[in-house]
């Protein structure tokens, strides 16, 4: 039976930041990227940019007007996301 349980912040938050993690993070966003090319229009511009804040992060960007219409209308980011093992919720407060 667990007598005490301590979180070591300090670890976790190397891991995260760390390269094994930016790794990963960024292969998946390789992966979301190329769903989401197979998605739009060729010659669409897709990219990747991989950041670190308090942990390793990554953004898709679709470089085209009707990106926004995209998305509402057939989920390309949401189904590219989904597509590579990715749990989409909605945002909540």
Same mark, same amino acid.
């Given at each position: 039976m667990l007598q005490?349980?301590?979180? %070591?912040? *300090? !670890? ?5 930041? !760390? $390269? ?6 960024? %292969?998946?966003? !390789?992966?979301? *990227? &190329?769903?989401?090319?197979? #998605?739009? $229009?060729?010659? &669409?511009?897709?990219?990747?940019? !991989?950041?670190?804040?308090? @942990?390793?992060? #990554? &953004?898709?960007?679709? =470089? %085209? ?6 998305? #509402? @209308? %057939?989920?390309?980011?949401? @189904?590219? #996301?989904? *597509?590579?093992?990715?749990e989409v919720r909605a945002w =909540? @407060?």
């Amino acid at each position: 039976m667990l007598q005490s349980f301590r979180l %070591d912040t *300090a !670890g976790v938050r190397e891991i995260l930041k !760390g $390269p094994e993690v930016r790794r990963v993070v960024d %292969d998946l966003a !390789g992966e979301i *990227a &190329t769903h989401v090319r197979a #998605a739009v $229009p060729g010659g &669409t511009p897709v990219t990747v940019r !991989g950041y670190t804040t308090d @942990r390793g992060a #990554a &953004t898709i960007t679709v =470089q %085209d007007v009707r990106a926004m219409a995209w998305q #509402a @209308r %057939d989920g390309i980011l949401t @189904r590219a #996301a989904g *597509a590579a093992g990715v749990e989409v919720r909605a945002w =909540q @407060r």
